[in-house]
Antibody
């Protein structure tokens, strides 16, 4: 059974860096795209970034200057760093797997999600 | 970015009703359109991918159609567990964008 679990601080100060990790169990991250998505309280979903095991990455241009996605195959994890956070970055952050195995981003869909982790930006 | 617009934004319906939710893309996205269901405090659940393919484990009362810019999600006979928020998503190009959501409520 494939499972994803987000972890990281629930509270981050303004202007600091938000760091989250997604631990994957039940499947190796050496296939599929792996994604980060966020959802501000009471609002809709925003895709942030994804990474393929080869290291190929894609970023949302609205966040690209502040975001880094990376993976650690030895730990079967992938991570998100978001720099210079503000209150607007307060959200539930989800990690999710792309269902395609072939490394093609177009036409993908997120078939398995973590439960999400709430991150609040506040001093 | 490709804008995804869902209609209606909210919908009241009864158990047993047939319900249709529409999603329109700001430009053609071929059939690269997915549908998700989200319940409060939970992660989204994939229902339909590439416009009309039913995700494994999803009841057959859910169906999707469309191509180009106009897409629909249909629930043939609403069940109590179907009351939730539904999102469409395009994966034709980066950034992958979602619709604003449709809140399906009990009448």
């Amino acid at each position: 059974q494939v499972q994803l679990q987000e972890s990281g601080p629930g509270l981050v100060k303004p202007s600091e860096t938000l760091s989250l990790t997604c631990t994957v169990s039940g499947v190796s991250i050496s296939s599929h795209y792996w994604n980060w998505i966020r959802q501000p309280p009471g609002k809709g979903l925003e895709w942030i970034a994804n990474i393929y095991y080869s290291g190929n990455t894609n970023y949302n241009p609205s966040l690209k200057s502040r975001v880094t996605i990376s993976r650690d195959a030895s730990k079967n994890q992938f991570s998100l760093k978001l720099n210079f956070v503000t209150a607007a970055d307060t959200a539930v952050y989800f990690c999710a797997r792309g269902r395609r195995r072939d490394g093609i981003n177009v036409g993908d869909a997120f078939d398995i999600w973590g439960q999400g982790t709430m991150v609040t930006v506040s001093s | 970015d490709i804008q995804m617009t869902q209609s209606p934004s909210s919908l009241s319906a009864s158990v047993g009703d047939r319900v249709t939710i529409t999603c329109r893309a700001s430009q053609s996205i071929s059939n690269y359109l997915n549908w998700y269901q989200q319940k409060p405090g939970k992660a989204p659940r994939l229902l339909i991918y590439v416009a009309s393919s039913l995700q494994s484990g999803v009841p057959s009362r859910f169906s999707g159609s469309g191509s180009g810019t106009d897409f629909t999600l249909t629930i043939s006979s609403l069940q109590p567990e179907d009351f939730a928020t539904y999102y469409c998503q395009q994966t034709y190009t980066t950034p992958q964008t979602f619709g604003q959501g449709t809140n399906l409520e009990i009448k």
